[in-house]
């Protein structure tokens, strides 16, 4: 109960229309109309976003600091019912997905190759986000790559909130994009399995568009489990976004590897 107290007056502090098209060009072509977060940014912008945090940094900050150093010395001490907590995670996913237009149906591969690195409190999430399709017989592909930097909060071994923010590269525009991370896991069968699911929001501020939006559930049910290492299947469904014009569902899975 002391730790939900205190994630409950840390997240007051911390908060932070889809038109049918189709096919990976449209994506690009929406994709050239939109702007770079870092180099678009007027320094105007940097002064007004300078001012609000100030006022709010000497109470804020101190709180949450203390919380999060506090929290990461609870959470390494689950390490022995959740050796997760101070682990890496290779993880092998893929996606097979749909997009219905008016006219006919489109079929994507979806590759999302990532590396987690988990360390108490403070987590860094690496992925490639390799969307593809066959047009004309020859591969088309809309990539990007996403770098996040996260927090773990984690009352009890069962159930843990991972949530941040980072960058969104698109390798076809190279621009880059903010990234915000909501996520969620919860233990099952005393902690063999576990269910999964998250969020992630890229922001064009310039131009006030969602490059990119998903939102993921899966259960992942542990195959493999060494001292050093647990190997985990998983089954799900993801949900993307792209320019809030072009939407697609599909089936996931892959293998995950924790190595702790």
Not at 8 to 33: C, E, G, P
Request: aromatic letters at 16%; glycine letters at 6%; a negative charge.
């Amino acid at each position: 109960m002391k730790t939900l107290n205190k994630i409950a007056v840390t997240f007051i502090y911390i908060l932070i229309n889809i038109n049918l098209n189709a096919q990976i060009d449209v994506i690009k072509d929406l994709a050239d109309s939109s702007k770079d977060v870092i180099s678009d940014i007027s320094p105007d912008v940097i002064d007004a976003g300078c001012s609000a945090f100030s006022c709010c940094w000497d109470v804020g900050f101190q709180m949450f600091t203390a919380f999060i150093i506090e929290h990461h010395k609870e959470i390494l001490d689950l390490r022995n019912v959740d050796p997760s907590v101070l682990s890496l995670e290779l993880k092998f996913n893929f996606a097979l997905g749909l997009h219905h237009s008016l006219d006919k149906n489109y079929i994507y591969v979806n590759y999302l190759p990532g590396i987690r690195a988990n360390a108490g409190v403070f987590a860094s999430d690496f992925r490639f986000n390799i969307l593809t399709e066959n047009t004309d017989d020859m591969p088309n592909s809309f990539t990007s790559w996403e770098w996040l930097f996260l927090l773990n909060i984690e009352p009890v071994e069962t159930f843990r909130i991972t949530f941040g923010t980072g960058i969104q590269k698109e390798e076809f525009t190279d621009k880059f994009y903010n990234q915000h991370y909501l996520g969620f896991k919860i233990g099952t069968f005393e902690g063999r399995d576990y269910i999964e699911a998250d969020t992630r929001l890229s922001m064009d501020y310039a131009s006030n568009k969602l490059p990119f939006f998903e939102g993921a559930i899966s259960y992942n049910t542990r195959i493999i489990n060494f001292n050093f290492a647990d190997v985990y299947i998983r089954i799900g469904g993801i949900y993307q976004n792209y320019y809030s014009a072009h939407d697609i569902w599909a089936a996931n899975g892959g293998l995950i590897f924790n190595l702790h």
